[in-house]
């Protein structure tokens, strides 16, 4: 697919999201699926809750127009269904962690049994390992769950979870066409094109939420296709490039994980100590708050996009610095 119908299929993905979403504001309303506010969230007034249905439709439209069948995705079709149904079950009922979950790992094994899986894996300073069977299936599943449940973390402000996830889709994009990648670059295409019809509905002050279909949706995207840049027939990027595109959801997943075993509570209990919360804190304005973070997705990025060009060195350090200050500002905002 070369790049003006990759612009095409962008464009039919933006512009069926942007007129979709209208109704699917209407339907989530009519049917009662809102979020109401409470003493956690930011958010003052009732929400329609199911934008990530609008999204599901963008991408369903792109995939129907971009001919992927020669590339044999039927089962990431089907397991990102699996994930669209949790996450309508969840906006709809507030089903248990437990149940939402169960489906998480049922779409995460058809991956697998797919053979979609991280079968390689780089050690800062000492190379690169090859895994075992086993390893390989470990490793695969627990990096789809965290990636899945770590943009779903951060959707805690307006536009916030959107934003970044088109910053870390647009850094795949690029390395994707700029290595010929043709399957990674079209499904870059599509997602980025649906999420990017959504954000003008979302952004502050947002009309609608994308909810957990949206967000258990783009993180299980985001999870799959950097599955497939780090597959050893395309080996488009290692898992530490990875890790560092999607640098602002992982490490405010790790460190949410840290704080809550630190202060003796369960993992999947909600609080008010994330990334974007303490930035509200020092006084920043909900939109300039998301900004900032955008901004600091956009920095992860050009870091990810250093290391793959072998400066490693350099990236690490700066790397180290991030992570040692983020540590500093969560063990702080626990002590106060």
């Not at 509200?280 to 290391?307: D, E, K």
């Amino acid at each position: 697919m070369n790049i003006s119908e990759l612009v095409s299929v962008f464009l039919i993905c933006f512009m069926t999201v942007l007129l979709v979403t209208p109704l699917v504001i209407k339907i989530a309303l009519k049917l009662g699926v809102t979020d109401k506010p409470d003493q956690r969230k930011v958010h003052q007034k009732l929400m329609p809750r199911l934008g990530g249905l609008a999204i599901f439709a963008g991408l369903t439209i792109g995939y129907l127009i971009s001919d992927l069948d020669e590339y044999h995705i039927s089962s990431i079709s089907f397991a990102l269904i699996i994930i669209v149904i949790t996450g309508i079950l969840d906006d709809a009922f507030q089903i248990s962690a437990l149940k939402k979950l169960f489906g998480q790992i049922l779409a995460s094994l058809i991956i697998i049994q797919s053979g979609l899986l991280i079968e390689f894996l780089y050690v800062p300073f000492f190379g690169t390992l090859q895994l075992l069977d086993i390893s390989s299936y470990i490793i695969t599943f627990i990096w789809i769950i965290v990636i899945t449940n770590a943009l779903n973390l951060i959707d805690g402000l307006d536009g916030l979870a959107a934003g970044v996830s088109c910053v870390i889709l647009i850094t795949i994009l690029g390395s994707a066409i700029s290595n010929e990648k043709v399957l990674i670059s079209t499904l870059a295409v599509i997602i980025l094109g649906s999420t990017l019809g959504f954000l003008p509905y979302n952004f502050n002050p947002a009309k609608i939420f994308m909810g957990d279909t949206g967000s258990l949706l783009l993180g299980f995207s985001i999870a799959v296709i950097s599955l497939l840049g780090m597959y050893k027939s395309v080996a488009l990027f290692n898992i530490t490039v990875t890790t560092l595109i999607l640098g602002v959801p992982v490490f405010d997943t790790v460190l949410a994980i840290i704080r809550r075993l630190i202060t003796k509570k369960p993992i999947t209990q909600p609080d008010k100590k994330h990334l974007h919360h303490q930035i509200l804190s020092l006084g920043f304005s909900h939109r300039n708050t998301v900004l900032l973070i955008y901004c600091i997705s956009s920095i992860f990025s050009i870091l990810a996009l250093f290391l793959n060009r072998d400066y490693f060195s350099v990236v690490f350090f700066i790397t180290i610095i991030i992570g040692i200050t983020g540590s500093i500002f969560t063990f702080y905002s626990l002590k106060n």
